[in-house]
Every structure is written in structure tokens, then in C-alpha cells.
């Protein structure tokens, strides 16, 4: 396959970001940008992001998945714990987060460490889920080879039938992860593809801020 896509431009106009805006601490930043995000017209599914992680055969890998809790500066999502990307971050717990929201012209990217939350924050969100995101949990072992569509939803009908008329467990092998910040970057275009771009890094227990070259 070969597709020239010089052509593809555009120009960065619709925001700026100036030292003397920023607070002391990136997540006050975060948030103004995601209630901003969350409030534009164009922005569907505002708390997607990205996360990398270096899998088992040694490859970085990139998925999207939803941000469900900001809760003492840890950013938490769920998932299956026997997925690839379950397995990659029981191997190294280094992960990098990704928010873009392109109507804003605006990236946050944040390296942290990640770790399982308690089985009791895992119960409360999986009871707080809808009852069929609750039986795929069950009924799909994620990121495993399957023959076909069919398979899949005979696995669902098959768990409909086994939790009928009863509240559905939390699978052991679905739960929260937390991923805490040692870096949070905040990315703004600018035109002429001068974006301004500040770095927040821990360092000796406090936050040093970098302006970055775009």
C-alpha cells in the first residue's frame, strides 16, 4: 500500500498557553482543560486516552480505554487483569497516558507507574456498571483467540443464563487499575507549529515545571 499524504495540513490557532497560567500543580490544569473539553460541542467521549505499554514480546503498544476516576492525583480505569495489556503492566508497571482532544487543539500526555486498586473499589464500579457490561466481563476473556462472533455471543447467553434473576460477582479477573504521575505534560498548537508545550515533574516531592521546544 502506498498513499502520499504530504498534503494533509493545518494551522494551529484556537488557544495558547503561557507560563503565567499555569498552577503549581498539574492537576489543577488538567482539570480546567477536561471540564473545557467535556463542555465543547465537538468532543465525543472526552474522558478516552491512550495508554502504552511495553508488552511481553518486548513491543509498545497502544490502546484506548476510559478514564472513570481522578482520585487522590491517580488516574484510574478498568479491565481484564488477563488481558495483553493486564499482563504487559504485571511486567512493568511504566505506562504512559494519552488524552487528545483535537477540536481544542489540545494533548496531555502523562508517564506514571500503575498498580491494582482494592478489591472493594473494583466491587463499587463494577455494581455501578450496566448489566450487560457486567456479563461481557464474564463472557469475554479478553485479548484471547477466538473462532468466531457466534462463539462470543453463545459465551454471553450462556452467562444471561447462569446469573439470571441474581445480582452478577465481580469476576476475578476484572478490577481498576491506578496509574500515578511522575510527569504530566500539557501540549497547546500554536500556528506556525511553534505549540506550546509544559512538562510537570516530581522532583523532591514537588512539581518542576519545563517549557519544552515544540
Do not use: C
Not at 476475578?172 to 497547546?188: A, I, K, M, T
Request: hydrophobic content about 35%; aromatic content about 12%; overall charge positive.
Amino acid at each position: 500500500m502506498q498513499r502520499d499524504l504530504h498534503y494533509l495540513r493545518k494551522n494551529y490557532e484556537k488557544g495558547a498557553l503561557d507560563k503565567e497560567q499555569l498552577p503549581s500543580n498539574p492537576y489543577e490544569l488538567f482539570d480546567i482543560w477536561f471540564t473545557e473539553a467535556r463542555e465543547h460541542v465537538s468532543v465525543d467521549e472526552v474522558n478516552a486516552m491512550g495508554i502504552s505499554a511495553i508488552g511481553t514480546d518486548g513491543f509498545p503498544k497502544t490502546r484506548i480505554v476510559l478514564l472513570k476516576e481522578i482520585d487522590h492525583g491517580s488516574f484510574i480505569f478498568y479491565s481484564n487483569y488477563n488481558s495483553e495489556k493486564g499482563k504487559a503492566m504485571e511486567m512493568n508497571n511504566k505506562v504512559s497516558l494519552h488524552f487528545f482532544w483535537p477540536a481544542l487543539e489540545r494533548q496531555v500526555i502523562i508517564k506514571g507507574l500503575v498498580s491494582k486498586v482494592s478489591r472493594e473499589k473494583s466491587l463499587a464500579y463494577f455494581k455501578q456498571r450496566p448489566r450487560g457490561s457486567q456479563l461481557g466481563a464474564w463472557a469475554s476473556d479478553q485479548s484471547s483467540s477466538v473462532p468466531s462472533r457466534a462463539y462470543l455471543e453463545q459465551r454471553l447467553k450462556s452467562f444471561e443464563e447462569k446469573f439470571k434473576d441474581q445480582e452478577i460477582p465481580l469476576p476475578d479477573h476484572w478490577g481498576g487499575y491506578s496509574v500515578s504521575p511522575v510527569s504530566v505534560e500539557f501540549w497547546q498548537g500554536r500556528p506556525n507549529r511553534l505549540h506550546d508545550r509544559y512538562t510537570y515533574e516530581i522532583k523532591d516531592s514537588a512539581w518542576k515545571i519545563t517549557r519544552l521546544a515544540p
